[in-house]
């Protein structure tokens, strides 16, 4: 073979080379180039599915280490109104996330999950609640969420709708709190969300109108971020097929 059709040759075995290169798909170890701390303040309704979603996020970077920060969501806004060092805030309703967008906090939210109330009661149900206006009975001790709560808007609306007065015996800060009091018997009755009670060793049940009384759950990095890179991240994570699955399993809907 002359010199010339040699390096035609070489020039053709270049290129399909090279196009087999191109043709690869990208290196998964991109993901490894995400490091650092990651502070993700989260409602407190979400602590099971967002601690689910964490393992798997640090999976796929072990080089981030998460910290959660779990709540009642208007007490986390008041934490990043009043200068914590947030990545990520996902919020049980939007009326909170919207005091962190208008203060210029956050832009962009998105709904990543929504949720419904049910009523819940200690297990064998020793009150014998059955409907929505059983927790106006006077002999019955009811714990609800304070209004200001996601949880506690919610209640106050789904008992408005109801026309239904309740004199709760306590208004809890969060979630948690209202599935403490029912289980330990200190109340005959709580209102919690739906993945909540599937959690917790209480029975429920879905009063008429909770259908129509659903908390949209909104997501978004904070503008000031000590780590962008990973607080974008982990929001495309939940919002991703991965967190859309583990939050499933935990009961929550689709945005």
Do not use: W
């Not at 959660?68 to 007490?75: E, F, I, K, Q």
């Not at 209102?191 to 259908?211: C, N, Q």
């Amino acid at each position: 073979m002359g010199r010339l059709p040699a390096i035609a040759a070489a020039a053709a075995l270049a290129v399909l080379l090279g196009g087999c290169v191109t043709a690869r798909p990208p290196s998964s170890r991109a993901s490894d180039t995400i490091t650092g701390g990651l502070a993700v303040s989260a409602a407190a309704s979400l602590q099971g599915a967002f601690d689910a979603a964490i393992t798997a996020f640090t999976a796929a970077h072990p080089d981030v280490h998460v910290v959660a920060n779990y709540d009642g969501s208007s007490t986390l806004a008041t934490q990043i109104d009043n200068g914590a060092q947030v990545d990520v805030f996902a919020s049980a309703d939007e009326a909170n996330m919207a005091r962190i967008t208008d203060a210029g906090f956050a832009a962009d939210p998105a709904v990543f999950a929504r949720n419904t109330l049910v009523v819940i009661t200690p297990e064998g149900n020793p009150a014998g609640i059955r409907t929505l206006s059983d927790l106006a009975k006077p002999d019955v001790k009811t714990v609800l969420c304070a209004p200001e709560v996601p949880c506690g808007a919610a209640s106050k609306r789904l008992l408005d709708n109801a026309g239904v007065e309740v004199a709760a015996v306590s208004q809890e800060q969060n979630v948690t709190a209202v599935l403490t009091k029912v289980r330990s018997d200190e109340a005959d009755a709580g209102l919690v969300y739906r993945t909540d009670a599937t959690t917790a060793d209480v029975e429920s049940f879905t009063p008429d109108g909770a259908d129509r009384v659903v908390n949209s759950y909104p997501i978004a990095a904070l503008a000031d971020a000590p780590n962008p890179a990973a607080a974008h991240a982990f929001v495309a994570f939940i919002r991703g097929g991965p967190g859309q699955r583990i939050l499933a399993s935990f009961g929550f809907e689709a945005p």
